[in-house]
């Protein structure tokens, strides 16, 4: 009954690779984010989706290319994989445009 | 712009003491939330308390609690009865009303001291 959920939790890759992580809430929230925490534990907004509509979209490399099939879902596709990609990615929901975001576990992702 | 400020990197508490954690915020807008989170070693991002900006009352949760000053424009957390399984990262954040997106602080990385 796991809120928001993450897969994988670990990523380990070679530099070049594309890879994806997905992301699934089940509280029925219209609102999905992508943050990423970096080594120095600094969280920074990505994406942003709203019934599947991208709202949010900050100064992200176009290697990164979210996708939400359906509200529920809000997946993370990195292409061309590089060093400075290592970090821990969040995923996170909320109810509509307000109210408490909601983390899911986090995906650490480690490029070789 | 607005920004999240947490002018301590790390602090060390005894156990069963009382610790304060700073945060300071920059906006412009009159109607925002604002939050601590709290990341274990686990990782997990776990929502500590909330603030709505129009309410003067300090939001409390059991050993948690702020204090508000909106017109400092201030919101430090107290940790009441410190315990060993406070100790984490923890983040103040700030949300516009308007706006879909939290910005976050650097984090104070909290010990506890037994």
């Known amino acids: 009954d796991t809120a928001v959920s993450q897969t994988p939790k670990y990523l380990v890759t070679q530099m070049g690779n594309d890879k994806s992580i997905k992301c699934e809430q089940n509280l029925g929230h219209d609102t999905m984010y992508w943050y990423k925490q970096d080594s120095k534990k600094f969280l920074k907004i990505m994406f942003s989706y709203n019934n599947k509509e991208l709202i949010i979209n900050e100064t992200v490399p176009n290697r990164f290319s979210p996708k939400s099939p359906d509200k529920a879902h809000l997946n993370l596709h990195i292409n061309s994989l590089e060093l400075g990609d290592s970090a821990v990615y969040f995923c996170a929901s909320t109810p509509g445009h307000k109210g408490t975001q909601y983390f899911g576990p986090g995906t650490r992702l480690l490029v070789l | ?114």
């Open chain 2, 1 to 114: 712009a607005q920004t999240v400020t947490q002018s301590q990197p790390e602090m060390s508490v005894q156990e069963a003491e009382t610790v304060t954690l700073s945060c300071t915020y920059d906006t412009s807008e009159s109607d925002y939330y604002l939050f601590w989170y709290k990341q274990p070693p686990s990782r997990q991002m776990i929502l500590v308390i909330r603030q709505e900006a129009y309410k003067q009352q300090n939001a409390t949760e059991n050993r948690f609690s702020v204090n508000f000053q909106k017109a400092a424009k201030s919101f430090s957390l107290k940790i009441s009865d410190s315990q060993l399984g406070d100790a984490a990262m923890y983040f103040c954040a700030y949300r516009a009303n308007r706006d879909d997106k939290i910005i976050f602080g650097k984090g104070t990385r909290l010990h506890i001291l037994p």
